[in-house]
């Protein structure tokens, strides 16, 4: 069995994106999803090709504990010796939610004693801890009374996947962007417009999606290059059967923004990942659209500013109330956003003759933020 992790809240998204991919899976618990899995090789597959995943583990145990006591018995019993040479280092990440009489460094300190004894045990080894750059590294991590030990095969977070030569100051990470992409209209083939689009990283998981680009076709280092009991030529074998279903990008997608600084950053990242010459990108003002024709684009997906440390909180609320006004007026049918101002967004919305069709909770790192789906109710002349 494996583990996914992606962002919380959007664990059906996930799990929809797998059965695509023809696996089973079930949710385990927020950020978590379960994956039934005949063998380990699926975790490489998962890491190269899941838009949505943060990481991708292989399950060592499921189950229950109510003491400390419990961790140590069970994590004994586990043969890590299956997964990682005495010579490797390691570390043990450990993670606590809900009330216990010890902590999250508790957890990590009793699992990773059972690795060293049974490393001693069994191989006569002693293997070394390396909490900064392990060689296996390892998550115990408890809810409530459900615990869960897990073996990392990606190492860090699946949402670095490409080079990105220019960083805006607030990003989107690309796994919300591909959830929101996903939520939208986009794979019946509409043509999309982000009109706020920053660093582009919106339009470019859009344009990689429609030219059929695996995620983690530009990644260089997993973890799992790391584990012997994973088949090491496979990554190669799957980026070049990828390659040959690579097409054209069979959609109109237009990115914006109203700083140049923004327009001549995004250029250089469409370029990293070689689809500068599929991509539309313009200044613009996301209030007036105003380069745009009635009917160019008829979907939006955006991540507008929040509004909340930098820009100025009634530039943000008028911004709120003219994008969707001007949206509109050139036809767009259906807009997608991701906003901490859930109230703020849908009133603007519903005032410019958009009606609510989904809305969901997210977590962006600590914020609590919404994605915001709306579709067309009235044609505006």
């Known amino acids: 069995m494996l583990v996914v992790s992606c962002e ?24 978590k999803v379960l994956v039934e899995s005949k063998d380990f090789n699926d975790a490489v597959r ?44 390691f570390a043990v990440r450990g993670v606590r939610e809900g009330n216990h009489n010890f902590t999250s460094m508790d957890i990590a300190r009793v699992v990773g004693s059972s690795i060293v004894e049974h490393f001693l045990s069994e191989k006569g080894a002693r293997v070394r801890a390396n909490l900064k750059e392990p060689d296996v590294e390892f998550y115990a991590e408890l809810s409530g009374e459900q615990f869960i030990i897990t073996l990392n095969t990606s190492g860090e977070s699946l949402h670095k996947r490409y080079k990105r030569p220019f960083q805006h100051f607030a990003p989107i ?58 088949d090491s030529g496979l990554l190669e074998k799957l980026k070049d059967s990828a390659e040959k279903k690579i097409r054209k990008c069979d959609v109109r997608i237009c990115s914006a923004d109203r700083f140049r600084k923004n327009l001549n950053g995004m250029r250089m990242n469409f370029e ?24 160019e684009y008829s979907l939006v997906v955006t991540n507008p500013p929040f509004g909340l440390r930098i820009a100025n909180p009634s530039v943000v609320r008028r911004l709120y109330e003219k994008f969707p006004k001007a949206a509109a007026k ?10 901490p101002k ?25 914020l609590e933020s919404f994605i915001v789906k709306a579709v067309n109710s009235r044609t505006i002349t």
């Open 173 to 230: 990470k690309p796994t919300i962007a591909s959830s929101m992409i996903r939520l939208s209209s986009f794979f019946s083939r509409r043509n999309l417009l982000d009109p706020m689009a920053g660093g582009g990283t919106i339009p470019e998981e859009a344009c990689l999606a429609a030219k059929n680009v695996p995620a983690g076709y530009f990644r260089k280092s997993y973890a799992f290059q790391r584990l012997g009991f994973l």
């Open 46 to 89: 998962l890491n190269f090709f899941l838009r949505q995943a943060n990481r991708v583990f292989v399950l060592l145990f499921l189950g229950e504990v109510r003491t400390l006591g419990d961790i140590e018995k069970l994590s004994r019993s586990l043969d890590y010796s299956a997964f990682m040479l005495p010579s490797q280092s």
């Open 8 to 31: 919380h809240g959007c664990e059906d998204l996930l799990m929809e994106e797998l059965r695509e991919l023809g696996y089973s899976s079930e949710y385990l618990k927020p950020s």
């Open 342 to 366: 859930r109230r703020v967004a849908a009133q603007c919305l519903e005032n410019a003759g958009y009606e609510i069709s989904h809305c969901r909770r997210i977590l962006y790192g600590r």
């Open 272 to 295: 990293a990942v070689g689809v500068g010459s599929e991509l539309f990108s313009c200044l613009g003002n996301a209030e007036t659209l105003d380069y745009i024709g009635r009917g």
């Open 330 to 339: 050139k036809g767009i049918e259906e807009i997608v956003m991701l906003t």
